[in-house]
């Protein structure tokens, strides 16, 4: 069973400030998936992420794959309250299912 | 668009009924999820379907039943519920492959006592 380990469990911080979330494990993925999910919805995917050293940017938000492709972060430039939510990571080995991290749970306070 | 849609949205049930959570999508999608969120444990995959007729179980199958007789519909099924079943459900559906992208249904929120 592939594990996928997210750090931080939660982070609170003020609006403006810049932030890194961090999802890790010892298995090689195909790809890794980030999501966010508001209160009350499902998770809705951010960013799809294959090459090992791919670095994607989502307006202030910058997602990198690691080149073994066994970790991947989340940088967030700027935070807004709108940011606020509970951010996914999930990777497959490509023909199977996905396993979903524990996820990291933001708080940006105005 | 509707995507994927999830019925009832909430319920309550006392341990030893069934029930059946209901999902629909419209996608054409052939690959559909259902997932169980508790809280800080992230989303743990119940059943998965690869096409109308085919299941297969997922990390935690135990006390749940799925069909897929159709693309659009995955229902799961809770048999003699119990309080550990209390839980957040999620459906999801996606093209072939963990490569794709998974859409998600807003959940159905059900509580066991």
């Known amino acids: 069973t592939q594990l996928l380990e997210q750090s931080p469990q939660f982070l609170s911080i003020q609006e403006g400030e810049n932030l890194t979330v961090y999802c890790n494990s010892s298995?090689?993925?195909?790809?890794l998936q980030w999501y966010r999910q508001e209160p009350g919805e499902g998770p809705v995917l951010l960013v799809t992420?294959?090459?090992?050293?791919e670095v994607k940017k989502l307006k202030r938000l910058t997602f990198q794959f690691g080149d073994a492709r066994k970790d991947s972060s989340l940088h967030i430039t700027a935070a807004q309250p709108g940011d606020t939510g509970l951010y996914l990571c999930?990777?497959?080995?490509?023909?199977?299912?996905?396993?979903f991290g524990k996820g990291t749970m933001l708080l940006v306070s105005p | 668009n509707a995507g994927v849609t999830q019925t009832p949205k909430f319920r309550i049930l006392k341990i030893g009924q069934s029930m059946t959570l209901q999902c629909a999508q419209d996608?054409?999608?052939?690959?559909m999820y259902w997932y169980r969120q508790d809280p800080g444990m992230g989303l743990k995959l119940i059943y998965y379907?690869?096409?109308?007729?085919?299941?297969d179980k997922g990390e935690v199958p135990n006390g749940y039943n799925v069909s897929r007789s159709t693309t659009e519909d995955f229902p799961l099924r809770l048999e003699l519920a119990a309080p550990s079943q209390t839980s957040v459900y999620f459906c999801?559906?996606?093209?072939?492959?963990?490569?794709?992208?998974?859409?998600f249904g807003d959940g159905t929120r059900l509580s066991i006592l």
């Open positions: 999801a559906s996606s093209g072939p492959g963990s490569n794709q992208p998974q859409h």
């Open positions: 298995s090689v993925f195909s790809s």
């Open positions: 992420v294959v090459t090992g050293g």
């Open positions: 999930a990777g497959g080995p490509g023909y199977s299912t996905l396993t």
């Open positions: 996608m054409n999608h052939n690959y």
């Open positions: 379907s690869v096409g109308a007729g085919i299941t």
